[in-house]
C-alpha cells in the first residue's frame, strides 16, 4: 500500500443482539412464549396428557400394576365403594373393576374423538381450500350441500345410521368424520378466499407453480394456527357427541366399554354405587373443559393483535 492510497478499513460483522437489538420473532415464537406463559393452558394441556396416558397404558396397568381385568365378574364383589381392597375405585353391578374399565373407555372415547376429528379436518381442508381457490360453481355447489347437510339435525342422522350399521368405535370414527367437516370447510373456504389474491400467491403462480401447490403448499400452511385451534375444539365436541350417543343407546354397546355408556349404565345403580355415575361424568367433563380451555389458549396465543 502507498502512501497516496487511502486506507482501508475492514468492518468487523456484529451480531445484532450486540447493539441491543433483537430480532423480532415469528408468529409461531411468539404463539409459543404466550403459551409459556399461559398457566391454565398448560396446566389443562398436562392433565389432558395424562388421561391420554393412562389410556393407551390401559393394558399395562391393569393387568400389571394394578393386577385387574376389565371384563372378569364377580357377583360376590359387586358394588364395592371406592378404595375397596384390590379395586382402588370399586366395582361395578358386575363386580368388574371400575378402574381398569375406566383405562379402557377412556381408549375408546380419546380415540373416537382424536380420530374423528383428524378425518373430519382432512376433509374439510381439502374441500374447503378446493371451493375457496376455484370458486364458481364448484364453491357453489359445495355450499348448497353443506348448508342441505347442516339443515338437518345431526343427532338424527347419527341415531338413524347408528340404527342401520353396528355402532362400533371404527363405525363411529367414519360417522364423526364424514358429518363434521363442514363447518371446517366453510372456515378453510374463507380463508382461502382472502389468501389467495395475495403478492406471494400470485408471485408463485408467475412462477409457474402448479394449482395443488399454490393451494397445499402456500395456502393451507398459512392458515395452519386457525386448524390447530378448530382440531382441540372439534375433538372436545365429538367426545361429547360420542357420549351422547352411547347415554342414548346408539353408541358403541357395552361389554366393551366407554365413558358415555359407562355413565348412562351407572344411572340405574346411582344410589347403591353413586361412583359408577360420578367418575365417568367427572372425566368427560374434565377432559371436554380442558380441550375447550386450551383451544381458547392457542387462540390468544395466535392473536397477532394482542401485545406482548
Known amino acids: 500500500m502507498t502512501k497516496d492510497q487511502p486506507a482501508v478499513r475492514i468492518a468487523k460483522f456484529k451480531h445484532p443482539e450486540q447493539d441491543g437489538f433483537t430480532p423480532s ?108 381457490f376455484y370458486g364458481g360453481f364448484a364453491d357453489d355447489f359445495i355450499i348448497w350441500f353443506i348448508t342441505t347437510l347442516n339443515s338437518i339435525p345431526g343427532l338424527f342422522i347419527l341415531m338413524l345410521i347408528s340404527a342401520v350399521w353396528k355402532p362400533t368405535a371404527a363405525t363411529l370414527v367414519l360417522i364423526f368424520g364424514i358429518l363434521g367437516w363442514t363447518g371446517i370447510t366453510r372456515l378453510v373456504r374463507a380463508e382461502t378466499y382472502s389468501i389467495k389474491e395475495r403478492e406471494y400467491i400470485i408471485a408463485a403462480r408467475a412462477m409457474g407453480a402448479s394449482n395443488w401447490r399454490i393451494m397445499f403448499i402456500h395456502i393451507v400452511p398459512n392458515i395452519f394456527s386457525l386448524l390447530i385451534i378448530t382440531l382441540s375444539q372439534a375433538i372436545g365436541g365429538l367426545i361429547l357427541t360420542e357420549s351422547a350417543l352411547s347415554f342414548l343407546g346408539f353408541g358403541v354397546q357395552p361389554p366393551t366399554p366407554t365413558w358415555g355408556n359407562m355413565l348412562s349404565g351407572g344411572l340405574e345403580y346411582a344410589r347403591k354405587a353413586p361412583h359408577l355415575v360420578y367418575l365417568p361424568g367427572l372425566l368427560i367433563t374434565t377432559t371436554v373443559f380442558c380441550l375447550y380451555l386450551i383451544g381458547d389458549g392457542l387462540r390468544d396465543a395466535f392473536d397477532p393483535k394482542i401485545a406482548d
Not at 25 to 34: G, I
Not at 54 to 72: I, N, Y
Not at 89 to 105: I, P
Request: glycine fraction near 12%.
Open 25 to 132: 420473532l415469528n408468529l409461531y415464537q411468539k404463539a409459543f412464549r404466550r403459551i409459556r406463559s399461559d398457566r391454565p393452558t398448560l396446566l389443562a394441556m398436562a392433565v389432558l396428557g395424562l388421561f391420554v396416558l393412562l389410556a393407551v397404558s390401559a393394558p399395562f396397568l391393569s393387568e400389571t400394576v394394578f393386577q385387574v381385568d376389565q371384563v372378569t365378574q364377580s357377583v360376590r364383589n359387586k358394588y364395592q365403594p371406592l378404595f375397596s381392597p384390590g379395586h382402588l375405585l370399586g366395582t361395578d353391578e358386575l363386580g368388574r373393576d371400575h378402574l381398569s374399565r375406566l383405562l379402557y373407555g377412556g381408549r375408546i372415547s380419546l380415540g373416537i374423538g382424536i380420530a374423528a376429528a383428524f378425518l373430519s379436518l382432512g376433509i374439510g381442508i381439502v374441500v374447503g381450500v378446493f371451493a375457496g
